[in-house]
């Protein structure tokens, strides 16, 4: 088991940037899949990206690249957002999947989520 907690949200400027961090207890995030979700209102949640610790592999959603990047630290895994737009407002969600499988973009694919974080881009 592993609990996930979001923090870094808030309110920006489009144009401006935001990191988020999603820090892990009860075991180490080695052992998992890390992945970042979204969902804004009335929208399904969708991937953002993630991560697999084995081989450093990233996936990446089209909205995503060139602007988002993951890192981690620890027990700690990051969202870097830079170049924000409107578009970006939403929940963001991390979630956990066992390390044996591969990044998924499904979030039905994932084990475990935190509450989220919400991310405001006001134009």
């Known amino acids: 088991q592993v609990q996930l907690v979001e923090s870094g949200g808030g309110l920006v400027q489009v144009g401006g940037s935001l990191r988020l961090s999603c820090t892990a207890s009860g075991r180490t995030l080695s052992n998992y899949i890390m992945a970042w979700f979204r969902q804004a209102p009335g929208k399904e949640r969708e991937f953002v990206i993630g991560?697999?610790?084995?081989?450093?592999r990233t996936n990446y959603a089209n909205s995503a690249k060139g602007r988002f990047t993951i890192s981690g630290a620890k027990n700690t895994v990051y969202l870097q957002m830079n170049n924000l737009k409107p578009e970006d407002t939403a929940i963001y969600y991390c979630?956990?999947?066992?390390?044996?499988?591969?990044?998924?973009?499904?979030?039905?694919?994932?084990?475990?989520w935190g509450q989220g974080t919400q991310v405001t881009v006001s134009s």
């Open positions: 991560i697999n610790w084995i081989d450093g």
């Open positions: 979630a956990a999947r066992n390390r044996f499988y591969a990044i998924d973009i499904t979030p039905e694919a994932y084990e475990y």
